[in-house]
């Protein structure tokens, strides 16, 4: 899980995202299809690098606003001053991964009714806006794998906005325990697959995530995942290219 998000819904700045303090990403040479569409290619908001094409397979990870203190993130940055640049990234990346899988925060998406909303949510636009290959509702933080057919960022927005909204509501009848007025961080940490190998690396961390976090013994045993919703569907395990009929 790598949330490197940086913003809370409600527009207040937090935390440094997972790439360097003020790191860009390289310009994408795509040209926008209208002035509110984020580039085609790679581009930067916030503190993270994104980037978006339509029908590529991308991993996309998003958390909760309070899922990681920002004393812990800054921190983090410091300790990394005396680190080799070339393994910055994947020690930031382990760090952070541990302390979501220890259930910092509210973990509101331990719930059963929130969990069951982002699913149904993430499985609605399947086949007309992205082609869902994996997901993983964990209790603070959410894992997907697609290929997209729109662009990214409206995607990912279309979740948040729609999840965030009705757990807002319910928090308190719920008792949910999100503090503020925002659920989601506004940014989200997405990166292309590469190649096969890439392709089932991925597939294996997001449907393992909740056996890694010692929530359970085997991924099917996870009812917010695509590894139960395989199983119970009879479907086969994706493989890179595969596509539905």
């Known amino acids: 899980m790598n949330p490197h998000d940086s913003q809370p819904e409600d527009g207040k700045r937090a935390e440094p995202g997972l790439g360097a303090p003020g790191e860009r990403a390289e310009q994408g040479l795509g040209v926008p299809r209208d002035p509110s569409a984020p580039p085609v290619g790679w581009y930067s908001r ?3 690098p994104h980037y978006n094409n339509p029908q590529t397979l991308q991993s996309v990870t998003f958390r909760l606003a309070d899922s990681l203190p ?11 001053r005396d680190v080799d640049p070339a393994k910055c990234d994947a020690v930031r990346r382990k760090q952070i991964e541990a302390w979501l899988d220890a259930g910092m925060g509210c973990c509101a ?4 009714a929130l969990a069951s ?4 949510t993430l499985l609605k636009f399947d086949g007309d806006r992205y082609r869902l290959i994996a997901w993983c509702i964990m209790p603070n933080h959410v894992h997907v794998l697609m290929e997209t057919k729109d662009a990214l960022s409206k995607i990912v927005q279309s979740w948040k906005s729609y999840t965030g909204r009705w ?11 999100v503090p503020g007025k925002a659920l989601w961080m506004r940014e989200y940490w997405d990166r292309y697959i590469r190649d096969g190998n890439h ?12 056996v890694a976090a ?5 991924p099917s045993d996870w009812p917010w995942s695509s590894a139960l919703a395989r199983i119970v569907s009879g479907s086969a395990e994706p ?3 595969q596509r539905k009929n």
């Open 46 to 48: 916030w503190y993270l």
């Open 70 to 80: 920002q004393s812990k993130l800054q921190q983090l940055e410091r300790d990394l």
């Open 109 to 112: 998406l331990k719930h059963p």
């Open 117 to 120: 909303l982002m699913q149904e």
């Open 167 to 177: 757990a807002l509501e319910k928090n308190a009848e719920l008792g949910l325990g």
């Open 199 to 210: 392709f089932d690396n991925v597939l294996y961390y997001i449907e393992r995530n909740p």
């Open 214 to 218: 010692g929530l359970c013994e085997q």
């Open 239 to 241: 493989q890179l290219g």
